[in-house]
C-alpha cells in the first residue's frame, strides 16, 4: 500500500489573528509539505497491505484494480474478464 499523490485544494480563512495570513501561501506550504510527508507515509504503509482476490468464481479473474478517494467518495475500479469453461468442463458437468 502506497500513496502516490495528496494536494490540498482549497484552503479558506475564517478568521485571521495572526495578521497577513494568506490562504494561497498556506496551501503551497501544505501542498510542499505533503511531498515530505508522503515518502515517510509510504515507509510506515510498507508494513501494511490489503488481500485483494485475483479472481471471482472459477469464470472471472480481476485485474487492474485502483482504490481511490477524492471529493469524499471512495472509488473502487476493477476490470473483470470472462474466462469461459474449458470443453473438457462443459462435457464433465453435462454428463452428471
Known amino acids: 500500500m502506497s500513496i502516490n499523490n495528496l494536494n490540498v485544494d482549497k484552503v ?15 496551501k503551497a506550504k501544505l501542498n510542499l509539505a505533503m511531498t ?16 485483494i ?20 467518495y471512495l472509488m473502487l475500479g476493477v476490470t473483470i474478464t470472462f474466462v469461459g469453461p474449458t470443453t473438457e468442463e462443459i462435457y464433465s458437468s453435462s454428463f452428471e
Open 12 to 26: 479558506l480563512i475564517n478568521t485571521d489573528n495572526i495578521g497577513g495570513l494568506k490562504a494561497i501561501t498556506l
Open 36 to 51: 515530505v510527508i508522503i515518502p515517510i507515509a509510504n515507509n510506515i504503509l510498507t508494513g501494511f497491505s490489503v488481500a
Open 53 to 72: 482476490p485475483d479472481h471471482f468464481t472459477s469464470y472471472f479473474l480481476l485485474s487492474d484494480i485502483i482504490i481511490g478517494y477524492y471529493n469524499s
